[in-house]
C-alpha cells in the first residue's frame, strides 16, 4: 500500500502546476466568518480616475504623461473602449480630477480665451490656469455612454478664492463657473452620478489648503446649486468631498459645518508607499508591517464618520500608492498588484464604498500603459476583483506558524451569485503556502487547527495526494481558482501569469478568457511565493450571503 502510495504521488506530483515551488510549502488556515457581513462595497467598488496633467508635468527627470490627460487623450484610441466598455466591466466608475482641477475653467459663460495648461513658474503645481471647452467635454461623455461608464467629475474649489501666503488660500468660493458648467451637463443629458468638491485642499493641503469651516460652508452652498439644477428628487447626483488626504480634525469640522445630509461620501487619498523616486518601494510593498499602517487611516475615517456624519458613506477617490506619477517598474508591473489588491481588501473592511485607482491611463501608474493603450498587470487585477468579489465583506482569521503576516486573505460574498470569493495575497518571496479553507461553524469552539509540520515523508506525500486530489464526483465538489503571478518569476515584469498562462489582449484589442483551474473543495491551496489567488467557493455555507 505505502508502495503505490509513493507511486501515485510521484505522478501527481509530476503533473503540478506551472507556478507551483519547489520548496516545501508551510501550513496554514484560513478560517471564514460567513455568518454576517462586517460591512459592505458599492456595487461598482472597483473605479480608475482620468487626471489633468498635461504632458510637461515631470518628476525625477521624467515625463510620463504624454497625451493622457482629460484635454488631450485620443478618445477614438479602441483599445480605450475596449478596456471600459461594458463587456469586461459591466459599468466602470471613472473620476475625472487630480491636482490641477482646482486650476481648471470650464469654457461656459465666459470671456477668456480657452487655452490649456502651461508652465508658469509661480503657478499651483507651477502650471497656470487651463480650460476645457464644451466640445472636448461633449467628447468625453461620447465616450462614457458608448461605453456605460459611471462618471464622477471633481469641481474647481478654488474658483474665485485668493493665495493669502504660502499655501493658505482664504476668500468665498465662487460657483459662478461650476453653475454654469453643471447646468450645460444637465441640458445635455449627460449623467454625471457624483461631483466631487475640490482635491487635496484639506489639512495640510497639497499646494494649497482651505479652512474647513469656509470648505464646509462652499460645500453647502454647492450641495444647493445641485438641488436647485437637478429638480427630480431621484436624479440628485452625489456630492463627494474633500478629495484630501485624511486629517480627522479637519475632516470632522467639515462634516460639522456642512450638516447633516450635505456630504454624501467622505472622500480621501492614498499614497502610503512613498515618491516615485523610493528605492524600497518593493521592500514597503512585501512588507507586512509597512502595508498595515494605511489600516489606521481606514479606521479613523470611519471613526469619524461614526461620531459627526453618520448620513455619509466613505469612498477612496484617488489611490496611486506612489506620489509624483508613480513608480517605474513598480506601479507598472506585478508587484503592485501586491499592493493594489491589499488595499482593495484592507478598505473594504472599513465601509469604503469604492475605491478609485491613480489611473486609467496617465503616468507609471496606469491601468493601461500611457503609450500603447495595453493592460499593465493591475487592469487584470481589477478586472479580476469587479468579476468575483461581491459586496458582502465577510470576517477572517489567518493561521499560520511561519511568518503569519506575510499571508494576507479577505473574503467576500461572491459577485451575484451563491457562495463565496476568497483573495489570499503571499509577501514571502522564498515561502509558499498549504492553505486549508475552513468555515467557521466547522471550527469546534476553543479550538485551532493543528498546523504542526509533518514529518514522514510518506505524510508529506499524502498531502500532495490530498491537495491534487482525485476527480470529484461532480462540479459541486469543486472550487474556481485564479493564480496570479509575474512571468519568469520577474517581480517587475509587466506580464502577469494568470493560472500559467500570460494575459495578453487579443488581436482585435478583446480581454483576453480568464478563466480559472478546478480544485477539490476539501483540499489545500497552495499559494506560490510572492503571489495572488483568487478562489471562488459556490458551495461555501454563509448566511450572509444568502
Not at 503533473?15 to 516545501?24: H, V
Not at 487592469?379 to 468575483?388: D, E, G, I, M
Not at 485551532?448 to 490530498?466: D, G, H, I, M, Y
Request: with cysteine; proline share 5%.
Amino acid at each position: 500500500m505505502e508502495v503505490r502510495l509513493l507511486l501515485l504521488a510521484l505522478i501527481c506530483l509530476h503533473a503540478a502546476p506551472r507556478w507551483a515551488s519547489a520548496q516545501q510549502p508551510e501550513e496554514a488556515t484560513v478560517i471564514v466568518k460567513g455568518s454576517t457581513r462586517i460591512a459592505e462595497t458599492d456595487e461598482n467598488y472597483v473605479c480608475a480616475t482620468i487626471d489633468w496633467w498635461p504632458p510637461e508635468k515631470c518628476n525625477y527627470n521624467q515625463c510620463p504623461w504624454g497625451q493622457s490627460s482629460i484635454l488631450n487623450l485620443d478618445l477614438d484610441h479602441p483599445f480605450l473602449a475596449q478596456a471600459i466598455q461594458a463587456a469586461a466591466f459591466d459599468n466602470l466608475r471613472i473620476r475625472l480630477g487630480g491636482s490641477l482641477q482646482d486650476r481648471v475653467v470650464y469654457d461656459v459663460g465666459t470671456e477668456s480665451p480657452c487655452s490649456p495648461f502651461r508652465n508658469m513658474s509661480n503657478g499651483l503645481f507651477g502650471f497656470s490656469v487651463g480650460c476645457i471647452g464644451l466640445d472636448r467635454w461633449d467628447k468625453l461623455n461620447d465616450l462614457f455612454q458608448k461605453t456605460g461608464a459611471i462618471v464622477t467629475f471633481g469641481v474647481n474649489a478654488l474658483y474665485g478664492r485668493y493665495n493669502v501666503r504660502r499655501s493658505i488660500w482664504a476668500g468665498k468660493w465662487n460657483s459662478t463657473n461650476a453653475y454654469d458648467f453643471v447646468k450645460y451637463t444637465i441640458s445635455k443629458g449627460y449623467p454625471v452620478g457624483s461631483w466631487e468638491f475640490g482635491n487635496e485642499l484639506s489639512g495640510h493641503g497639497i499646494g494649497a489648503k482651505v479652512d474647513a469651516k469656509l470648505y464646509g460652508k462652499d460645500v453647502v452652498e454647492f450641495k444647493s446649486i445641485l438641488r436647485q439644477l437637478y429638480k427630480a428628487p431621484l436624479s440628485q447626483p452625489l456630492l463627494l468631498a474633500p478629495g484630501g488626504f485624511f486629517d480627522q480634525q479637519w475632516y470632522s469640522q467639515l462634516l460639522q459645518t456642512s450638516g447633516h445630509g450635505v456630504v454624501n461620501a467622505l472622500t480621501h487619498h492614498v499614497y502610503n508607499l512613498g515618491g516615485g523616486d523610493d528605492v524600497h518601494l518593493i521592500r514597503k510593498i512585501l512588507d507586512p508591517k509597512y502595508l498595515d499602517r494605511a489600516e489606521d487611516t481606514y479606521r479613523d475615517r470611519q471613526l469619524t464618520i461614526q461620531r459627526h456624519g453618520t448620513w455619509a458613506s466613505a469612498w477612496v477617490s484617488e489611490s496611486g500608492g506612489v506620489f509624483n506619477n508613480g513608480g517605474p517598474l513598480v506601479s507598472n508591473t506585478f508587484i503592485n498588484s501586491i499592493w493594489y489588491l491589499d488595499q482593495l481588501g484592507m478598505a473594504s473592511k472599513y465601509n469604503t464604498k469604492v475605491f478609485c485607482r491613480q489611473t486609467l491611463i496617465g503616468g507609471n501608474y496606469g491601468l493601461l500603459d500611457t503609450q500603447t493603450f495595453l493592460p499593465n498587470p493591475d487592469y487584470y487585477s481589477a478586472l479580476l476583483w469587479h468579476r468575483l468579489m461581491g459586496n458582502g465583506v465577510l470576517s477572517i482569521d489567518v493561521i499560520a506558524l511561519i511568518a503569519p503576516r506575510r499571508l494576507r486573505a479577505y473574503a467576500h460574498c461572491r459577485r451575484q451569485q451563491q457562495g463565496i470569493t476568497l483573495l489570499v495575497i503571499n509577501l514571502s518571496n522564498t515561502t509558499g503556502y498549504n492553505v486549508t479553507l475552513q468555515n467557521d461553524i466547522n471550527v469546534s469552539l476553543g479550538k485551532r487547527p493543528n498546523l504542526e509540520k509533518r514529518s514522514s515523508f510518506t505524510q508529506k506525500l499524502r498531502k500532495a495526494v490530498s491537495w491534487l486530489g482525485s476527480t470529484p464526483s461532480s462540479d459541486t465538489k469543486k472550487r474556481e481558482e485564479y493564480h496570479l503571478m509575474a512571468k519568469d518569476s520577474n517581480l517587475q515584469s509587466k506580464t502577469m501569469l494568470l493560472n500559467g498562462v500570460p494575459l495578453e489582449l487579443g488581436d482585435d484589442g478583446s480581454v483576453p478568457a480568464m478563466n480559472p483551474v478546478l480544485g477539490a473543495v476539501d483540499s489545500p491551496l497552495y499559494l506560490a511565493p510572492t503571489s495572488i489567488a483568487f478562489v471562488v467557493l459556490p458551495k461555501f455555507e454563509a448566511k450572509a450571503c444568502s
